[in-house]
């Protein structure tokens, strides 16, 4: 199983990123999809995610500013970020769990300057 994750850079506050995340090894289209993030000195955290269905979940901070999607024929997943704040800044983890097991891409870095 491999997830890589690109997209990430430096933006200013109120800027956008488009994060992708391109998945082998599993049946990527039946699979729920997840974007967390982690940034310097905290924990972890879910920022959104995506079912087989389609179905969303975003955390509260995010709602209406990012937008989680998927295109099972490319196996991707992707994760656009609009209005950008410095608080965004972290490094993007997508993740997947995948027959008992769980899976982390590389982590693509978003810096948010004010």
């Known amino acids: 199983v491999q997830l890589q994750a690109f997209g990430g850079g430096l933006v200013q506050a109120g800027g956008s990123l488009r994060l992708s995340c391109k998945a082998s090894?599993?049946?990527?289209?039946?699979?729920?999809m997840n974007w967390y993030r982690q940034a310097p000195g905290k924990q972890r955290e879910l920022v959104a995610n995506?079912?087989?269905?389609?179905?969303?979940n975003y955390l509260d901070s995010v709602k209406g500013r990012f937008t989680i999607s998927r295109d099972n024929i490319r196996r991707t997943m992707f994760l656009q970020m609009n209005n950008l704040e410095p608080d965004d800044t972290a490094v993007y983890y997508c993740?997947?769990?995948?027959?008992?097991?769980?899976?982390w891409g590389q982590g693509t870095l978003v810096t948010v300057s004010s």
């Open positions: 993740n997947v769990w995948w027959r008992g097991r769980n899976y």
């Open positions: 090894g599993i049946n990527f289209s039946i699979n729920t």
């Open positions: 995506i079912t087989s269905g389609s179905s969303t």
